[in-house]
């Protein structure tokens, strides 16, 4: 399946793509099972569950949305933790300086307020003159757990999606310079809008080969980064096992998987975003996303 949430942002509806242009609400299916029916995160708590249902009963109303009449939000739009994993690429870190690869992956924590849709615009903040980009799969989990074992992590997802780690790199460097101690992570990754999700949601199902996974992106139709999932230093499964080491993992929350090497803080000279650039990512087997950068309002 492919499962989004559809409508205004901060009320958005949990629905199932029935095809590139229709979306089946999945709300009255879960009020007929006795479950929430605006919660992301419910759904994936009982996506096996569910699926089956909707494979018996069909979807459970004759409504359907039309996808080009509607907002796409973040297929899990109010999830617990958002984990991202820094220096996953090997030629990443190779390209941003000469240190070794780390011995367990570098996690830190982007804000659920910094997801957005998409198609909703990357507004970049006064404080920046250095918006960049960082196309990554993103995995969700669907069974939640703590020390989940590395054989059994793939049985705790919910599915994959297109992510957009987009960082403020001089906001991230902060005072560095002067001393590591004062790095600035959560603000240089933390703002609104800096964490575009989508288009939907990918059921493990129909998603079988993610070290398969062709990862791209564009800025104003030039390639900039085009890499495989299977070149991650730490595969899926390890990053959910080494991420619920140190955290319960709960239904929805989000794990993005680290970037892979051609990042615009990395061109020689660096090339960063700026009003009106449009960004396209691709993952396949997982779709499109597009968004557009523009300037934070007075």
């Given at each position: 399946m492919r499962l989004v949430s559809y409508g205004v942002t901060g009320a958005e509806r949990p629905g199932v793509l029935v095809d590139e242009r229709t979306i089946a609400p999945l709300a009255p299916l879960l009020s007929q099972l006795g479950l929430p029916t605006a919660d992301m995160n419910a759904v994936l708590g009982v996506?096996?569950?569910?699926?089956?249902?909707i494979k018996?009963?069909?979807y459970g109303t004759a409504t359907r949305i039309d996808v080009a009449a509607t907002r796409l939000g973040p297929p899990v739009p109010r999830p617990t933790t958002v984990v991202a994993v820094g220096a996953n690429y090997a030629q990443h870190i190779a390209e941003l300086s000469d240190v070794a690869r780390p011995a367990k992956p570098v996690l830190f924590v982007k804000p659920v307020s910094s997801l957005s849709g998409p198609g909703d615009d990357i507004v970049l903040p006064r404080e920046t003159r250095m918006l960049d980009y960082e196309c990554e799969l993103g995995v969700v989990i669907g069974r939640g757990g703590r020390r989940i074992p590395r054989s059994e992590a793939m049985e705790h997802i919910g599915g994959f999606m297109?992510?957009?780690?987009?960082?403020?790199r001089d906001v991230f460097l902060g005072e560095s310079d002067r001393h590591p101690l004062f790095m600035q992570v959560l603000r240089g990754k933390g703002y609104d809008t800096f964490c575009p999700t989508g288009?939907?949601?990918?059921t493990p199902d129909e998603f079988t080969d993610p070290a398969g996974a062709r990862l791209r992106l564009w800025v104003n139709d030039e390639l900039r980064q085009d890499a495989v999932a299977g070149d991650m230093i730490f595969d899926v499964s390890a990053l959910i096992a080494s991420v619920s080491e140190c955290l319960t993992l709960r239904p929805g929350d989000i794990i993005l998987t680290g970037s892979p090497p051609g990042v615009g803080f990395a061109l020689r000279p660096p090339r960063f975003l700026a009003d009106g650039d449009t960004l396209r990512l691709e993952i396949s087997g997982l779709g499109t996303m597009t968004t557009r950068v523009r300037d934070e309002e007075p």
């Amino acid at each position: 399946m492919r499962l989004v949430s559809y409508g205004v942002t901060g009320a958005e509806r949990p629905g199932v793509l029935v095809d590139e242009r229709t979306i089946a609400p999945l709300a009255p299916l879960l009020s007929q099972l006795g479950l929430p029916t605006a919660d992301m995160n419910a759904v994936l708590g009982v996506l096996p569950y569910l699926a089956e249902r909707i494979k018996d009963r069909g979807y459970g109303t004759a409504t359907r949305i039309d996808v080009a009449a509607t907002r796409l939000g973040p297929p899990v739009p109010r999830p617990t933790t958002v984990v991202a994993v820094g220096a996953n690429y090997a030629q990443h870190i190779a390209e941003l300086s000469d240190v070794a690869r780390p011995a367990k992956p570098v996690l830190f924590v982007k804000p659920v307020s910094s997801l957005s849709g998409p198609g909703d615009d990357i507004v970049l903040p006064r404080e920046t003159r250095m918006l960049d980009y960082e196309c990554e799969l993103g995995v969700v989990i669907g069974r939640g757990g703590r020390r989940i074992p590395r054989s059994e992590a793939m049985e705790h997802i919910g599915g994959f999606m297109i992510a957009n780690d987009v960082t403020a790199r001089d906001v991230f460097l902060g005072e560095s310079d002067r001393h590591p101690l004062f790095m600035q992570v959560l603000r240089g990754k933390g703002y609104d809008t800096f964490c575009p999700t989508g288009p939907w949601l990918v059921t493990p199902d129909e998603f079988t080969d993610p070290a398969g996974a062709r990862l791209r992106l564009w800025v104003n139709d030039e390639l900039r980064q085009d890499a495989v999932a299977g070149d991650m230093i730490f595969d899926v499964s390890a990053l959910i096992a080494s991420v619920s080491e140190c955290l319960t993992l709960r239904p929805g929350d989000i794990i993005l998987t680290g970037s892979p090497p051609g990042v615009g803080f990395a061109l020689r000279p660096p090339r960063f975003l700026a009003d009106g650039d449009t960004l396209r990512l691709e993952i396949s087997g997982l779709g499109t996303m597009t968004t557009r950068v523009r300037d934070e309002e007075p």
